[in-house]
């Protein structure tokens, strides 16, 4: 007796498709892949080719309906911008993958392969990849039009110092090149008494304010004007103005304080000497070596001029010298000065070599004076102070003389020096010799300072030779070591923008 065995093996049965005969396994449409793709394309309607907005100027893609955004090539956002320009052809189909395939980085061509399924048929569910074609046509941005067109502005910061010497604007240039502050300016005008700066933005200026008010002491007020309106949509356009003033104090100014201020400050005499204008006013009382920092909100509550003119400095000799080792200090004085060293000296000037009248004065000098030196000070026994805190004051307490700074042949200096700044372009007014000269006294009071010098990028001048840090007269010079090389970048690295800001 022969027994039937039944296969515990169970295959699925096979179809044959109603189109071609191929067998094929079942499927709610009963017809194989290669004739159902065939028959139903579910990419249609999805355009296989698209065009992208780009500026070459900020390197900036457009997505409507009207932001540029900065994206990098086959980043995760250049992807989600171009999805965004197919999104409602996508919303019929179920996107499954889609990714960049590569192509040239100058071929301005972006390629996404898609991978989507669609219901067809019977309830089929049908998968298919394609790739679409993104053309990158160029096209400039509203934020670069504004900047080619060099008129068009919405806001301006107008920097102003009511005072007669620039070192100051100087000093605030460096710092705005060396932070990159100036990137986002349309245009930057000089004027007698400051700065225009302009921005397309109102965003710009009020960063480049917050900027002013961290490095310099100075007070800024705000205002704008109505240039149109449209009342369907309530929107208004303005153009800003924002006003800010620095404090008329510069280095090497001689300043009367008022009483309520000196005595606020450990007793301080009321004389005394700006050895530098950085965030802050830092004085020095000549008597007493005493200092003390003045902000800018302290300033504008106890407000206190410059007695003397810069032209007003004379040229003394020095006589007698000898440093004061033993001082006494008052109750509630404040601080000293570490790197200065108190003298009494005897000065003559050199306009009065011919006869024997000498002057008597204390200075915050004595480390650096001998006998035989020149030295730039004040006369103030022979001018005429019109300050109304000097003219309260007791005659015995105005010193006859204030020593500023010792005095080096600037011929010299100039011929030795082997490094350079670099300036912002700008539109200049008429520059005079007077500019001139006072763009020198920067240089040697960053040559003299080493806190300013800090704060400034220096630049080595390949034409110059490399020579020892100090002359022959002992004039203070810079180091190699504190020196940049200043290198060439090439404009694609650095952008148009930033490059075309900079100049030598």
């Not at 000089?190 to 009020?206: N, P, R, T, V």
């Amino acid at each position: 007796m022969e027994y039937m065995t039944e296969s515990t093996d169970r295959t699925p049965g096979h179809i044959l498709c109603c189109e071609c005969g191929v067998p094929i396994s079942p499927n709610p449409a009963n017809i194989c892949v290669a004739c159902l793709r065939s028959k139903v394309d579910i990419s249609q309607g999805i355009p296989k080719q698209v065009s992208v907005s780009f500026c070459k100027q900020c390197q900036r893609y457009f997505q409507p309906p009207a932001t540029w955004i900065q994206c990098a090539l086959e980043s995760r956002e250049l992807l989600a911008l171009c999805l965004k320009k197919i999104k409602a052809p996508l919303s019929k189909v179920r996107l499954v993958d889609a990714g960049f395939v590569w192509t040239e980085p100058h071929s301005k061509r972006l390629k996404v392969k898609l991978t989507i399924q669609k219901e067809v048929m019977n309830g089929a569910i049908l998968q298919q990849v394609f790739v679409v074609d993104y053309v990158v046509q160029p096209q400039m941005c509203g934020d670069c039009h504004r900047v080619e067109a060099k008129d068009f502005w919405k806001a301006v910061v107008q920097v102003r110092q009511k005072t007669l010497h620039k070192k100051t604007f100087y000093y605030l240039e460096q710092l705005i090149l060396k932070y990159g502050m100036h990137q986002n300016t349309l245009r930057i005008k000089e004027i007698h008494d400051g700065l225009d700066f302009y921005y397309s933005s109102k965003q710009h200026a009020q960063k480049m304010v917050e900027f002013l008010q961290c490095t310099v002491p100075c007070r800024q007020k705000a205002s704008q004007r109505l240039i149109s309106q449209d009342i369907h949509s309530n929107t208004y356009n303005y153009k800003s103005t924002f006003s800010v003033e620095i404090v008329p104090i510069c280095k090497d100014n001689v300043v009367c304080l008022s009483p309520k201020l000196a005595q606020s400050l450990g007793n301080m005499n009321q004389i005394c000497v700006c050895i530098r204008v950085t965030s802050a006013i830092h004085l020095i009382d000549p008597n007493t070596l005493q200092v003390a920092d003045i902000d800018g909100s302290t300033f504008w509550s106890h407000p206190f001029n410059s007695l003397c003119h810069p032209k007003q400095l004379e040229e003394f000799i020095v006589m007698e010298c000898s440093v004061v080792r033993d001082l006494k200090r008052s109750a509630g004085a404040g601080m000293i000065s570490k790197k200065h060293t108190l003298g009494e000296v005897w000065v003559q000037k050199t306009s009065e070599m011919n006869t024997d009248k000498q002057y008597f004065c204390r200075t915050h000098l004595g480390h650096l004076l001998n006998p035989g030196d020149l030295v730039l000070g004040f006369d103030l026994a022979n001018c005429n102070l019109n300050d109304e805190y000097v003219n309260k004051m007791n005659s015995d307490r105005v010193p006859d003389v204030v020593l500023i700074k010792k005095n080096y042949d600037r011929t010299k200096r100039q011929r030795r020096r082997n490094w350079k700044l670099k300036e912002l372009a700008r539109d200049r007014e008429n520059m005079d010799t007077d500019d001139e000269r006072q763009y020198q006294d920067f240089l040697e009071d960053l040559e003299e300072d080493e806190a300013i010098r800090k704060n400034v990028n220096i630049y080595r001048d390949a034409t110059i030779p490399v020579e020892s840090d100090t002359d022959e007269e002992g004039a203070p010079r810079i180091s190699l070591a504190e020196m940049l090389e200043d290198l060439h970048i090439s404009q694609d690295a650095t952008g148009e923008e930033g490059e075309s800001m900079m100049t030598q």
